[in-house]
């Protein structure tokens, strides 16, 4: 337990980090000006405000259809641009699977639920890379009735198309933790509706 409350606090202290540089880097970037072309700049370009710079999620992933399981999950989350090519943000997900067993015994069912920090890379207007820590409580199966709960970080990247505003696209993440792994698997895959991405 306290080597996984070592690697929550390295990822979130890693994430304030490059998120400082990326600021930082950011305004380095920008050019100077003198008064007279900032006022003009900013009567011609308005910056743009908090709002513009959040992007919205949905994404629908993990199903399952095999024998006698079926399983489904949803995921939401919220991001900050920070700039062009990096936004970061938060999320909730959950998860519901069914199993049905052989007559005579009771089939099970049950929600996994939870919630995760993220940092997303642009390498093309597309193609991103993104990274995530989460925590998330699972439903044990096999009569066991209770709940196990495990930190979830994720690697991996995505690809969206679309309009200006709304974008669809597909995402690909693997999980890093043995222990999550044996409950949620290697590999997850989901399905992304995007606002603003």
Do not use: C, H
């Not at 070592?6 to 890693?14: L, P, Y």
């Not at 919205?56 to 992933?61: D, T």
């Amino acid at each position: 337990m306290k080597r996984i409350n070592q690697s929550f606090i390295v990822f979130f202290s890693t994430l304030f980090l490059v998120l400082i540089f990326a600021i930082d880097i950011q305004a380095q970037r920008t050019p100077t000006t003198t008064r007279t072309s900032r006022r003009t700049t900013r009567d011609t370009e308005p910056s743009p405000s908090f709002t513009e710079n959040l992007n919205y999620e949905i994404k629908v992933g993990n199903i399952g259809f095999g024998g006698n399981t079926f399983g489904l999950a949803v995921k939401g989350n919220v991001g900050y641009k920070v700039f062009e090519k990096l936004s970061a943000g938060v999320g909730l997900r959950t998860n519901f699977t069914y199993l049905n067993y052989p007559t005579g015994l009771q089939d099970e069912s049950g929600f996994d639920f939870g919630g995760f920090g993220y940092l997303r890379g642009k390498i093309t207007k597309t193609i991103y890379l993104q990274a995530e820590y989460g925590y998330q409580s699972f439903a044990t199966f096999n009569g066991a009735g209770g709940r196990i709960s495990a930190y979830t970080p994720l690697v991996g990247g995505g690809y969206m198309n679309g309009g200006d505003r709304w974008s669809y696209g597909a995402e690909v993440l693997f999980n890093i933790n043995d222990r999550a792994q044996d409950i949620n698997g290697i590999i997850e895959y989901w399905i992304n509706f995007s606002y603003n991405f």
